[in-house]
């Protein structure tokens, strides 16, 4: 039985932790995060510090090394704790539609990643830098991309409900870093 569980997110224990504790609250963590920016210091900051972007349904993303796009649903932590946020310690800044920048910041601050140095107080047309438009690939369309590398970050209890992609490097999200860096 146990053997079917999934191994539990790096940033688990902190999350209990916190639900158990009487840490501050996560709307005095909120209001230490509302950190409106301009273009110009976003985009200063934007040099040094990774940016998470987590609009849904993005016109344009803003191109950097540094740079993420990440929804803001459920899968959001995983990725963020897992691979673009180093540790709870490091600053980041956080990208989102016009007004929603505390879905996001809520969601990293349950996980212990409080260091959001600020958000986008601007549209992405007002951005002065380089941008790239997303494709979003679904399931089905990815065996008609030729010689594409694949890699599934999926664990294996998810692979039951679309398969595992033929050809796909499989490694999960939570090995990812280990196996790759």
């Known amino acids: 039985m146990v053997a079917s569980v999934s191994e539990a997110p790096k940033y688990f224990k902190f999350d209990a932790t916190m639900n158990q504790s009487a840490l501050s609250p996560y ?8 950190r409106p920016l301009s273009v110009e210091e976003f985009q200063n900051l934007s040099e040094t510090l990774p940016v998470i972007d987590s609009r849904i349904n993005p016109e344009a993303i803003i191109k950097g090394k540094n740079v993420y796009w990440l929804t803001a649903k459920a899968t959001l932590v995983n ?3 897992n691979l673009v946020v180093p540790s709870p310690e490091s600053q980041f800044l956080i990208f989102t539609e016009t007004g929603k920048w505390e879905e996001t910041a809520e969601r990293l601050i349950r996980i212990g990643y409080f260091n959001i140095k600020g958000y ?8 002065k830098g380089e941008t790239w438009k997303p494709k979003i690939v679904h399931y089905d369309g990815l065996k008609q991309i030729p010689d594409a590398t694949i890699l599934d970050v999926r664990k294996k209890n998810e692979w039951k409900e679309t398969g595992i992609v033929e050809g796909a490097v499989t490694i999960p999200l939570q090995t990812l870093e280990e196996r790759v860096g």
């Open 79 to 81: 990725w963020a704790a």
């Open 120 to 127: 986008n107080n601007f549209d992405i047309k007002d951005w």
């Open 27 to 34: 709307t005095e963590k909120l209001a230490q995060v509302n």
